[in-house]
């Protein structure tokens, strides 16, 4: 299994920018996929964006494209979140992931996780 470390969170205003990083270990970090998600309270959990294993191909969810940069550095065993121009609908809890399978039909992308267990997240409140 993959052990996750989620940090970077915090309050911040609309507008605003914040970098979210997930620390990997365990398995070969660099053998897999790697996604972040979140949870805002209440509902499921939803992707957000993910990044091949190489880093090469990223890919975002609607709602965070142009906005949102994933990057990873597989020497750091780390991915990262850049986000810009927050909303405050962007408040959740934030996860990262390795991923298994992504694919995209019905207007949004659809995945299945490489890894059983869920770190503990970092929350981003993003005030109005």
């Known amino acids: 299994q993959v052990q996750l470390v989620e940090s970077g969170g915090g309050l911040v205003q609309a507008g605003g920018s914040l970098r979210l990083s997930c620390a990997a270990s365990?398995?070969?970090?660099?053998?897999?996929?790697m996604g972040w998600f979140r949870q805002h309270p209440g509902k499921e959990r939803e992707f957000v964006a993910a990044?091949?294993?190489?880093?090469?191909?990223?890919y975002y969810a609607d709602s965070v494209k142009g906005r949102f940069t994933i990057s990873r550095d597989n020497a750091k065993n780390t991915v990262y979140l850049q986000m810009n121009s927050l909303k405050p609908e962007d408040t959740a809890v934030y996860y990262c992931?390795?991923?298994?399978?992504?694919?995209?039909?019905?207007?949004?992308?659809?995945?299945?996780?490489?890894?059983?267990?869920w770190g503990q997240g970092t929350q981003v409140t993003v005030s109005s």
């Open positions: 990044i091949s294993w190489s880093g090469g191909s990223t």
């Open positions: 992931n390795a991923i298994g399978e992504l694919t995209y039909y019905s207007g949004s992308y659809h995945y299945i996780l490489e890894n059983d267990y």
């Open positions: 365990g398995r070969t970090f660099s053998s897999y996929a």
